[in-house]
């Protein structure tokens, strides 16, 4: 350990990344990245733990607000072998929120904690070398105690050195006050073991158990949890724990250090990747030793570890490990155990250029997320008047400002979805779905089925007409339409597996499709017109190298009928589709960059969600109808995301504020012709990253 009191984080926890599909997620949301059907999906829904929401506790303040209610997802070692990483995507109301892959270790992982609350459903994905499972949806619960994960060394081990590191990882954040040589024991020949139990400091879900002295050799030693372990929100532990473990007859030397940041991107984000900061911006680094057979080792002779920069015109660190970025360049941070060192770039970057990003403000919050634009009227979320826990609708006008829309008569929550460009207002709160005017205010609207399951609001035209997708308990799906002047009409999709993801202003419904008994997309999407009740266009194509079919996660249509959404080849790339033209894809040629498209404007102008996975950095962009790519700007952090565009180019999204992950803003960008040059900038990415591709008709498969 350093010199400080803050334990080692778990080296089980790594490059955490994640996302939770709200109760109204829009189908952009859906399947952030898809993959090849897998008959392990069952396993992965099987062996996933799904806490219910619980507070933040202030010892992760750094990372979300105090009090705020955070969900955490974990899965014990051995459930998928060989799985290299998880992937989630929050959604808060109708946004998605930060975007968050998990490295896997062991088949498992540690705690990752995200943004959710009870009914939400959480689209979960697991890579596997080239492959993928899922998505698989896995619902937060009410309430759900709290379990052991997993221990260090693992259950029934043998010939464990001296002075390996004990850890406990559980499923959810502990009250630190029940954690106590009573309730976590260290037990030999029946009796306690001289030890003390603490927290590891950033991820009070993980508990380190460190003996006084090195172990007894060649002894067989006991870990216990017992029942009056609890977690934030008082729940004990399931069931008591306990695990065995054998020591060998010597401890082990220190053969190597490993160097880890921390930093937040919408959660814990403990990586080996290197360090990425602007000037200013601060990284906390961790050190550990290691064995020659990779055990991490507990620090039994106090030495306190020392560090140093290579470079610190680039970047400091303190004497604790924290870091500080100074200029851009790059440096090698150094955390050395004596003699022993080990190192971890860090590199610090001037603040995103692109189009500047200009803020829209929250309702004392201190969040916002922007849902939808039209006619210059943004509508979204944010937490009100200082709680994370009360949210509000709000809208947002250059004339007006940013608007608190209050919540319907009898509720506490209200969540902004869709604006159309009359000023009607979509949207849900604790009672239900509603529509709002300035005229009229709030006016439920009726539940379409009593035996329904779920609902969720996919688009509102400019008649006002909300479309909703619903599913029954007997698992039917259904294309809903309501409106205050038409009522309720239901209609069932004319395809297998098929569910309604966007609608246009001139009564076109786009279909996704389900590939059979899972949850992945399919390989077909349809058109379907809501007047004819007929399906008019087939969306299809194939793989240009392997001639597979493509799975099409369509996202949006727009009046003219074109579509957009993404395909894995084998990572995900966004497209555009016309029915003269077929598909067009984004082709970046870097394999560590995914591309989303997320929405769509009348001209063919395209949001996307740029990921770059080899340096953890999301950045909106726009897909102009052109062809090229246009970076927008950020706050500062290491994420923004794009929500919605409308025809005058204006989009909206949110972008992280500060290097070290502060809360998602919403923002605006402004792409219009009337923009001025000192406020567009327009950065457009280097022709390797911004090449579009049309693949040919025969390929886009239009019938």
């Known amino acids: 350990m350093s010199g400080s009191r803050r334990s080692v984080p778990s080296a089980g926890v790594l490059a955490l ?32 733990q799904v806490s219910g929401p619980l507070s933040a506790p202030a010892s992760i303040a750094a990372i979300v607000t105090p009090g705020a209610q955070m969900v955490y997802l974990s899965m014990s070692p051995g459930t998928l072998p060989g799985a290299d990483s998880v992937q989630f995507t929050p959604v808060r109301g109708a946004v998605n929120a930060l975007t968050t892959s998990a490295r896997m270790s062991d088949g498992g992982f540690d705690p990752v904690p995200v943004h959710a609350s009870a009914g939400d459903s959480v689209p979960v994905i697991v890579f596997v070398g080239a492959s993928r499972i899922g998505p698989v949806n896995v619902v937060v619960p009410l309430d759900r105690r709290p379990t052991v994960v997993r221990t260090t060394p693992p259950k029934g081990r043998t010939d464990v050195p001296l002075n390996q590191m004990i850890v406990i990882v559980f499923s959810q954040p502990l009250d630190s006050a029940s954690v106590t040589l009573s309730s976590i024991q260290l ?12 927290e590891v400091y950033g991820q009070p879900w993980v508990v380190h158990v460190i003996p006084s002295a090195p172990l007894d050799a060649v002894t067989r030693y006991q870990i216990v949890a017992n029942a009056t372990v609890r977690d934030v929100n008082g729940s004990t532990l399931a069931a008591p724990d306990s695990s065995f473990f054998t020591t060998g007859a010597a401890a082990a030397a220190v053969a190597s250090v490993v160097v880890f940041s921390s930093y937040n991107n919408g959660s814990t984000f403990w990586s080996l990747a290197p360090a990425v900061a602007v000037p200013g911006g601060t990284i906390q680094f961790f050190a550990y030793p290691v064995s020659a057979i990779g055990d991490t080792l507990w620090n039994s002779a106090g030495t306190p570890f020392s560090w140093s920069s290579s470079d610190t015109a680039v970047a400091t660190v303190d004497t604790l490990g924290l870091g500080r970025g100074i200029t851009p360049g790059s440096a090698i941070i150094s955390g050395c155990y004596g003699t022993i060192c080990g190192q971890r770039s860090i590199e610090v970057r001037a603040p995103d250029a692109g189009v500047p990003a200009v803020r829209l403000g929250d309702l004392r919050g201190g969040t916002s997320y922007p849902a939808s634009i039209k006619g210059g009227i943004v509508v979204g979320t944010s937490p009100f008047s200082g709680s994370q826990l009360q949210k509000r609708a709000f809208l947002w006008s250059a004339a007006r400002g940013l608007e608190d829309l209050g919540v319907p008569a009898g509720d506490s929550n209200s969540y902004g979805f869709f604006v159309n460009a009359g000023g009607l207002v979509a949207g849900y709160s604790d009672a239900g779905f509603w529509i709002w005017s300035r005229s009229g205010g709030f006016m439920q609207v009726p539940d379409p089925n009593h035996e329904q399951s779920q609902w969720y609001p996919r688009a509102l035209d400019a008649s006002g007409e909300i479309l909703f997708q619903t599913t029954v308990i007997n698992g039917v799906t259904t294309i809903t339409r309501w409106s205050a002047r038409g009522g309720m009409r239901i209609d069932l999709p004319p395809v297998a597996n098929g569910y ?11 279909l996704g499709t389900l590939a059979a008994g899972t949850e992945v997309c399919g390989t077909v999407a349809y058109i379907w017109d809501s007047r004819s009740k007929s399906i008019t266009r087939t969306i299809r194509g194939s793989d240009p190298t392997s001639g597979a079919p493509l799975q099409i996660c369509a996202n949006a249509i727009n009046a003219t009928g074109a ?14 589709w016309t029915a003269a033209g077929g598909f067009e894809f984004v082709e970046t040629g870097d394999t560590a960059i995914v591309t989303v498209a997320k929405a769509m404007n009348a001209a063919g102008d395209v949001v996307i969600d740029w990921y770059d996975t080899g340096r953890h950095v999301v950045r909106a962009a726009v897909w102009t ?67 579009h591709h049309k693949q040919a008709r025969a390929a886009g498969g239009v019938r």
């Not at 994640?18 to 829904?45: H, Y």
């Not at 579509?563 to 555009?576: D, I, N």
């Open 17 to 48: 990344t994640v996302a939770v599909l709200a109760l109204a997620a829009c189908s952009s949301e859906r399947n952030l990245t898809t993959g090849t059907v897998d008959p392990r999906a069952n396993q992965l829904r099987d062996g996933l």
């Open 500 to 510: 309604p993801i966007d609608m246009n202003d001139v009564g076109e419904v786009l």
């Open 187 to 198: 037990l030999s020949g029946g009796g306690p073991a001289h030890a003390t139990v603490e």
């Open 625 to 691: 109808a052109g062809g090229t790519v246009t970076m927008l700007g950020s706050l500062g952090g290491a994420a923004t995301y794009g929500t919605a565009i409308e025809d005058s180019r204006l989009v909206v999204g949110y972008s992280e504020s500060g290097s070290s992950g502060g809360p998602p803003e919403a923002v605006l960008w402004d792409l219009s012709a009337g923009a001025s040059a000192a406020r567009r900038r327009p950065a457009v990415a280097p022709p390797s990253a911004a090449v």
């Open 563 to 576: 579509v957009a959404g993404y395909v894995a080849l084998p990572r995900s790339k966004a497209f555009r």
